[in-house]
């Protein structure tokens, strides 16, 4: 079974735009990107949980 995630990324000036969603997830546990849709100012991102 999957399971979406939807981590969007926030505009920045800073060379690493962005903030990073999952640095707390275990390492056990892991994501495959299904979706990266760009719009003005954000990019939604949809994630897999794979098991």
Not at 5 to 24: C, E, I, N, Y
Not at 25 to 39: M, S, Y
Request: hydrophobic fraction near 45%.
């Amino acid at each position: 079974m999957a399971t979406s995630v939807v981590a969007p990324r926030t505009a920045s000036t800073s060379s690493a735009a962005g903030r990073s969603f999952f640095q707390a997830i275990p390492k056990h546990v892991n994501l495959r990107l299904l979706t990266a849709i760009a719009a003005p100012g954000v990019t939604h991102l949809h994630y897999e949980v794979v098991r």
